[in-house]
């Protein structure tokens, strides 16, 4: 008799080469636990004479997700050959895989998970020839859900039609030209529809200088000092997720000396409901020195608790 994976959501095991397994035969996922919620780690404080505590701070902890595995195939070689199809999407173990549970709506929720434990390849002279059972564990030290297809916003510096048919700014010098605006100044509202707050990375496409991206709704800010300049075809990307936060330009060069001291590079994020109302984030984007090349982009992922 064939078993029956999980019909309910569907999980399928990549690796950074693209490999892929899915879970859904010959090798079925027949039970899985630790896709839901996660249990926070908490801390308390507790006053002289206080009944009970207050709460300071509250933080997810690593994911720990089971997957048991039946292995239903027609011979044993074929069976040796998806194990080590199996382990091989697991061998890097310094290097993110990815898992993705497909639901019968379409959504997608990835995890960023490494291998932890478990495919003991356990077998008993009782088990049916072709057949096995196993147990895998992946730890995702980042516990939150996303789906897996970036969004991308993207400011530029508008020039109103009537400079581009030679209008602006005359001045009655010997040759005339004109001056066309050279600063970007934009507020955007984005409904953030995660449901967990998400750590985009901006890219500052040159020139531009004296950035600053402000997020209204949690009045964090990204601040470029006076003294920063992006130069011409070049990039600096402002990386705001856990695990990197880090500002490089586009050889890779450390521009963090761009940033000023105060700005909120550790905690700058999109906030989901309720922190912003249904989600709506006001971001107010100013930056000068800009030209029609001059582009300043967030790219985010929807975030969630559980998948």
């Known amino acids: 008799m064939t078993p029956v994976a999980i019909q309910q959501e569907y999980v399928t095991l990549r690796n950074s080469a693209g490999d892929a397994v899915a879970l859904t035969g010959p090798i079925y996922l027949t039970e899985h636990d630790g896709l839901g919620l996660v249990r926070p780690r908490r801390f308390t404080r507790s006053g002289p004479q206080?009944?009970?505590?207050?709460?300071g701070a509250a933080y997810l902890q690593p994911r720990v997700v089971t997957l048991r595995l039946h292995y239903h195939m027609t011979s044993e070689p074929l069976l040796e050959t998806h194990r080590g199809i199996l382990q091989t999407i697991l061998n890097d173990l310094n290097h993110q895989?990815?898992?993705?549970?497909?639901?019968?709506?379409?959504?997608?929720?990835?995890?960023?998970?490494?291998?932890?434990?478990?495919?003991?390849?356990?077998?008993?002279?009782?088990?049916?020839?072709?057949?096995?059972?196993?147990v895998l564990q992946l730890i995702a030290d980042d516990p939150v859900f996303y789906d897996p297809t970036p969004i991308t916003e993207v400011w530029r510096l508008e020039v109103p039609a009537y400079y581009l048919l030679g209008g602006g700014l005359t001045i009655p010098w010997r040759?005339?030209?004109?001056?066309?605006?050279?600063?970007?100044?934009?507020?955007?509202?984005?409904?953030?529809?995660?449901?967990?707050?998400?750590?985009?990375?901006?890219?500052?496409t040159g020139p531009a200088s004296r950035v600053r991206i402000h997020n209204l709704t949690t009045d964090e800010v990204i601040q470029f000092t006076d003294a920063s300049f992006v130069e011409p075809g070049d990039i600096v990307t402002v990386d705001l997720r856990y695990g990197h936060k880090d500002v490089r330009n586009l050889v890779g060069e450390s521009q963090i000396a761009f940033i000023t001291d105060d700005s909120d590079i550790a905690t700058w994020h999109l906030a989901p409901h309720a922190e912003a109302i249904d989600g709506r984030n006001v971001l107010r984007i100013l930056a000068s020195d800009c030209t029609e090349d001059t582009r300043i982009s967030m790219t985010y992922y929807l975030r969630y608790f559980g998948s």
């Open 175 to 204: 040759i005339p030209f004109w001056i066309a605006p050279s600063t970007i100044s934009e507020t955007a509202r984005i409904d953030y529809e995660g449901g967990w707050e998400s750590y985009p990375v901006w890219a500052v």
């Open 97 to 134: 895989i990815y898992l993705d549970v497909t639901y019968p709506s379409g959504h997608v929720r990835r995890l960023d998970v490494y291998y932890y434990d478990g495919m003991p390849a356990r077998r008993a002279a009782t088990d049916l020839y072709y057949n096995a059972d196993d």
């Open 50 to 55: 206080q009944h009970g505590q207050s709460l």
